[in-house]
Each structure stands twice: as C-alpha cells, then as structure tokens.
C-alpha cells in the first residue's frame, strides 16, 4: 500500500527521520511495509495535486518504499517509484565520491529528491541534519550560523538560484566555502556562477539526475559508483544502482522500456567518459531548477482577453538557467504586469512568465505545431515588453 507522509518545513521536518531510516531499511512502522508518498505540509494545493495524480491509498508493488514525484510544478506529476536498494546505493556512492560521510545542511524543501536525499544521507552517515526554514524562501544569512553548527566533514545541496543569493552575502559565501562540497543541481550552472563560486573558495561539485535516479547520479559530469551512462541517437540514458522501479501506475512507461534503465528527455555526449549536457529533447523549461511545462502556462495565458495566440518557451538566463517567456498575437492592448497577475491567478509563481514578446504572427511546423527553436531565436534580438 502507498501511504502519504506530509513533510512540513524548517526543524520540523526532523521529526521525519525515525521513518525514513525504516524506508532505507527496507521497510516502515507499518506492518505491511507500505510505501511512501511524500507531501507537503501546509500547501494545499500541491498536496491535492499530488495525491490526485498518484494516489495514496491504493496497492503498489511490493518492492516500492519511496515515490517521488517528479519536479513538474504544472500539469500531471509521474511518481518514480524507488526502491530501499536504490536510495541506499545513492547515498553510499554519494558519500564515497565526497571523501566519506558526514553532516549535512537542509536548505531545500524536503518533499523533493533533492531535499529528500540531504535527510537520507544523514540517516545513512548516523548524523543529525542542521535544518533551514525555507518556507518563505531562502535566507543566505542563515547560513553562517548554521554551517558553525556543524561538525566533521560537511557537506549541503543547492540549486543555483540559491548560490546566487548567497554569493551577494559575503558572511553567507564565506560559510560555504567552509564546506568540504556543495552538491548543485536542478538546473544547468551557468559558467560565470561557477566561477564566482570558485573564486569565493566554495567547492561546487555539479550534480546531474532526476526523481528517477534518486537524485543526481552524475558528478561534475563522472558518474557516481554503480551508475552507467549510454548516449543513445543523442539522449543521455541512464542506468545501474540508482534507478528507479519505474512510475506510479504507468508500467509500460517507455522513458523505462529497458530493465534497470532510464531515458531521459537530455542530449548530451559522452568525451573520455565525462557527461555534458547539450539541450532537452523536450519541450519542457527548466528554471531556478523547477520544471515548466509550457502547454500548461499558454493554457493560462490563452484565457486573458486580451491574447489571441500564445506560446511559451524558455530563454538563456544565467541565474535561473532557463526564464520564462511568451509571446502573443494579441487582441487588445496588455502589459506584462497584467499577463503575469492573470496567470497567477491559477498557477505557481514560478510558472508565470518574466518576459512578455507581442508579436504578429507566431512560427509553426507541421501541422500547426509551434516550432518553439524558431521562435527562441526570433525573440532572442528583441527587448521584451513591458
């Protein structure tokens, strides 16, 4: 049985590791050994999202201890379904690349892989986490504080949104580079970001997986012990120790078409056995390492009066790695202020879009299909609107 486990936020969510020290064992305080749907506390809407889509409640293979939903923020999450081995593996191999276990820092919502992971390596090295409240966003100047807390080799994950933020704080650089590594992931990391961070003395060690790996399972491009990459007609397909059963309810899901391998939506090319990343093969946008679906955002757009035609794509940003942007054939006249409070209306904030682009017509292939590379490069000269 799948039970769901609500995750709150800040030095509550400690309370959480007596449970997930039962997951990496194998099993829970149930009986039955259920599975477990993490949720967040205190956000109703997402927590609806999820149990609507994945199901709570309802039987699920007996070798699932975790399901993780994937970090699409819009549309209909898929559930990676992971078993005790997998997250075990994960966190073992992730402590061997480090130079052994240690503490680690909290400063990512833990209903997410990435977040999850920080408290499941802990539970693996047999040490308590020092915790962030993130609830209402991440405070870099937490971090010096927190990090004096710490004791032997110490270690956090970030997205690069946050490193960002805390570069800007000089105490706040200053404590992570006192950290033997600060794994960052969930978006592509910008050559000048890695830069500054190096030049600051902070140990950026630059993480690539996914819900389905149980979190990054590649390091600064080199896979992590048990993991295997093939580059398949140009997309990166991953496998070994770390893979996930497959997802929640969709057993004939073709991203899991080989036993014991993912398919991811990346292109990517292998050089002397180190990994780059070259693009998505998808449509999908990934921003401030959060997934967007476009589809989902013109949807929302699309209901303003004032807008007749719309697309939705990404841009090159350097601290989100990708921004959101639309285009629209427009009706009436519209400002980005008006579009952005239309869609917050009934998305998340991270799904409205930062940059507004009124053009005439909007580029198509096919059978009406919008060519989304045309239309990057259309707006790529052009100042937005305002």
Known sequence: MLREMSVPTGPAVAELLPQ??????????????????????????????????????????????????????????????????????????????????????????????AGLQVLLRSVLAGTRPEILDVSDGFDPSQLPAAVGRMSGRRYTSLVPTQLVKALGDPAAAEALAELDAVLLGGAATPVPLRERA?????????????SETAGGCVYDGVPLRGVEIWIVDGRVVLGGSTVALGYRGMPNHPAFADAGRFRTDDAGVLTDGVLSITGRLDEAISTGGLTIVPQVVEAAVATHPAVRECAVVGLPDERLGERVAVAIVASAAVTLADLRAHVALTLDATAVPRELYIVETLPTKGPGKIDRSALRAALAPRRPAV
């Open 20 to 113: 997930l020290s039962s997951i990496l064992d194998g099993n829970s305080d149930d009986a039955n050994c259920d599975a477990v749907l993490p949720v967040p506390a205190g956000d109703d809407r997402e927590a609806g999202r999820l149990r609507g889509a994945l199901s709570p409640g309802s039987p699920i293979q007996p070798e699932a201890a975790l399901v993780v939903a994937t970090s699409g923020t819009t549309g209909t999450p898929k559930g990676a379904m992971l078993s005790a081995d997998a997250l075990r593996a994960s966190g073992t191999a992730t402590h061997d690349r480090l130079g052994g276990p240690g503490s680690w820092l909290l400063a990512l919502p833990a209903h997410h892989i």
């Open 198 to 210: 190096e030049a600051a003395g902070i140990n950026v060690v630059r993480t690539y997986g996914m």
